[in-house]
């Protein structure tokens, strides 16, 4: 059987949408497992809808691009202002200290996974995904140590 016949603009949305909630996910979990205020949902849908404002994005731009100028980065713009907002509700400040920064920026690696599986920049999306998940499990365990030395 050809892989062609399967490999409809469909089932190629369902694939980034699904990478986009693993990818997600992945780093979701590990917020969610230290219970921190956006976890494992927060941060499938953050990617999944980013994904989504992606593909919709690069539709509208090849739908119209022959009548008008259209211009497909804007709603990807549009998402990175957007999810600032979401990432202000996760900071929280508690007297003198700031808690949630990191759960905010996570939620922004989210959404710009969530962007690049819409694009099918599959790898970067992969990486990036690597890269954020060392970066919260690691340097968590580094930041302890460097706090208790300094106390």
């Known amino acids: 059987m050809d892989l062609k ?12 949408l699904l990478l986009a909630a693993v990818f ?12 921190k205020a956006a976890g ?8 999944v809808a980013s994904c989504l404002f992606m593909e919709v994005s690069t539709g509208i731009f090849e739908l119209y691009k ?3 100028l259209v211009d497909p980065s804007r709603i990807a713009a549009q998402v990175v202002s957007g999810i600032g907002f979401l990432g202000a509700g996760a900071i929280l400040r508690s ?4 808690k949630g920064l990191t759960t905010a920026a996570s939620l922004w690696a ?38 208790k030395r300094v106390e």
């Open 24 to 35: 997600g996910g992945v780093i979701g979990f590990e917020r969610e497992y230290f219970g």
């Open 95 to 98: 007297g003198v200290s700031v």
């Open 40 to 47: 494992l949902r927060t941060h499938c849908l953050v990617a």
């Open 66 to 68: 022959t009548q008008v």
């Open 110 to 147: 989210v959404a710009a996974i969530g962007l690049a599986c819409g694009v099918g920049l599959y790898v970067a999306a992969i990486c990036t995904t690597a890269i954020v998940v060392i970066i919260l499990c690691l340097f968590s365990k580094l930041e302890a140590r460097i706090t």
């Open 5 to 16: 016949i399967l490999w409809t603009p469909e089932v190629q949305l369902l694939v980034k």
